[in-house]
């Protein structure tokens, strides 16, 4: 396990404070986060890189946090790589094992297993500026990987790499990390790449981790309208709560919405726009908000529209153009937007 206590780190005008999380064996905590947030000094310090103004890092109760980065044990996987561009693919994996004086047979054993095993052994006469992007991340995650170290950090590993290829890499090394089984700190600021590599997900900006969870936890559940904002949740209100009857009634300026989180008082309100269903006329069903508004704005983004309301209160719902072209709407039409109390989250 590898575990972070309240560190603190100073460089000009930014200030990494009070960060604290720990990471299992076999699990991949997703550190995501906007540019700028500090996710990329916070896998330094880990490594050993930058050293913290207080505060400590420790692997299977063991205190790195005076440690050189050589006695750590960590991998580290940077955005652009860093390969050497003087020595070819072989070289590049091998250079951990030299460094710490194993046998020649034993490094050519070990590279070529984990070549094979990436899917990368007919590069290893290569040099490494031929390499395509998927391929350079590939011997970047065989020279971390190569001398077995107790913890792997990948800082935007994919972030060079087309979208498509993206996708398999994504695959690949999920099934790779899974069989090391070493915990695994993994910085991102694409929220689809976060659900689908992390087991949590830490939530940073401005130094600071502002919300950790599961994934569903973290997108459905945001404790702030930070944390709202980045996950994408478009619908971010202000109101005040009252339980009644086992729910919990907001008003937000008027409109009424039932919420199944109990809470009192003056809240925010949010509700992602997948959660909301559109439709023409009122629907019968077992959700508990239905609200007429009538049409404002649409705007295409990926493989959804994204349709604006004004039902008293200005909500946005996504709708596949499939639906869109179904109920044939346009600017000013009238129309119903239902949702459950358990898609209303309340902090």
């Known amino acids: 396990m590898i575990s972070v206590e309240s560190l603190h780190y100073s460089a000009g005008k930014f200030n990494l404070s009070d960060v604290s999380m720990q990471v299992q064996d076999g699990e991949t905590l997703v550190i995501l986060g906007p540019t700028g947030a500090g996710k990329t000094v916070l896998l330094e310090l880990i490594a050993g890189f930058r050293r913290p103004k207080s505060g400590s890092v420790s692997l299977n109760g063991r205190d790195l946090t005076h440690l050189p980065p050589e006695k750590r044990s960590v991998g580290f996987v940077y955005q652009d790589y860093l390969l050497f561009p003087h020595l070819n693919v072989f070289d590049n994996i091998a250079y951990g094992l030299r460094a710490a004086g194993r046998k020649s047979e034993e490094v050519r054993k070990r590279v070529r297993e984990l070549a094979s095993q990436l899917a990368i052994d007919h590069l290893l006469e290569r040099r490494t500026r031929n390499l395509s992007g998927g ?15 107790l ?64 994934p569903g936890q973290v997108f459905n559940e945001p404790k702030s309208e ?68 009538r049409v404002t704005a649409m705007r295409e983004k990926g493989s959804v529209v994204l349709l604006t309301a004004d039902c008293g209160v200005e909500l946005t719902a996504a709708i596949t153009r499939e639906s869109l072209g179904e109920l044939q709407l346009i600017i000013g039409d009238e129309i119903y937007l239902t949702f459950k109390a358990s898609n209303v989250n309340l902090f």
């Not at 350079?136 to 990987?145: E, M, N, P």
């Not at 919990?248 to 008027?254: A, E, I, Q, Y």
């Not at 003056?266 to 959660?275: F, G, K, L, N, Y």
């Open 135 to 149: 391929e350079s991340q590939r011997v970047a995650l065989a020279r971390a990987l190569i001398t077995d170290p």
């Open 151 to 214: 913890v792997l950090l990948l800082d935007e590993p994919f972030a060079a790499v087309d979208p498509n290829t993206k996708e398999k890499l994504m695959r690949e090394t999920g099934r790779i990390l899974e069989s090391q089984q070493k915990p695994v700190i993994y910085v991102t600021h694409d929220q689809t790449e976060a659900v689908d590599m992390a087991d949590r997900i830490a939530v940073m900006n401005e130094g600071k981790i502002v919300q950790t969870g599961l």
């Open 226 to 293: 930070f944390v709202a904002s980045f996950m994408g949740t478009r619908n971010i209100l202000k109101g005040k709560a009252r339980r009644d009857n086992g729910l919990t009634s907001v008003d937000v300026g008027g409109v009424v919405l039932l919420s199944s989180v109990a809470i009192d008082g003056d809240v925010h309100v949010t509700i992602r726009p997948e959660d909301i269903l559109v439709s023409a006329n009122h629907l019968i069903s077992s959700a508990r908000n239905s609200i007429k508004g």
